[in-house]
DNA sequence: CACATGACTGACT
DNA sequence: AAGTCAGCCATGT
């Protein structure tokens, strides 16, 4: 892909289906190396200066912590519309992590 | 070109 | 099980 690295990143992001969340190594995976997951984490950085709205909520790290959440505009909103999703949170942690993570390559397949 | 940074992950203690 | 250390890769200075 000619495209950059992150917009790569951006475009995963993207695509989580709504009350789903991946991790920064899940689409690092799916881009070709699981190292770059730091990366991911980087460009999400960027997310905010993106055109459409990125869901970076629906990034977490592998623990499903809201490591992130400090970059948000408040560091409550991520919990928030992860709340507003059907998503529990508690102590910056999601519940049933596992239950609601959704990997990049399957694309839809949650179905 | 080399060094420093970062929303991470895996292995070890 | 929880905390600590080091590795990895792209971008910026």
Redesign the pocket.
């Known amino acids: 892909m000619d495209k950059?690295?992150?917009a790569r990143v951006f475009d995963v992001v993207r695509l989580i289906p709504k009350g789903k969340v991946t991790?920064?190594?899940?689409i690092?995976r799916c881009l070709g190396?699981?190292?770059?997951?730091?990366?991911?984490?980087?460009a999400?950085?960027l997310?905010?200066t993106q055109d459409p709205t990125?869901p970076?909520?629906r990034?977490?790290?592998?623990?499903g912590l809201l490591?992130?959440?400090?970059?948000?505009k408040d560091i409550d909103q991520?919990q928030r519309l992860l709340e507003k999703e059907g998503i529990e949170v508690k102590n910056d942690q999601i519940l049933r992590f596992q239950d609601h993570l959704w990997d990049p390559a399957v694309l839809g397949d949650d179905l």
Request: no cysteine; net charge positive; proline share 0%.
């Open positions: 950059d690295f992150y991790t920064y190594g899940h690092a190396s699981r190292r770059s997951a730091r990366l991911v984490g980087y999400m950085n997310s905010h990125i970076a909520h990034v977490v790290n592998r623990k490591t992130g959440k400090m970059h948000f991520m």
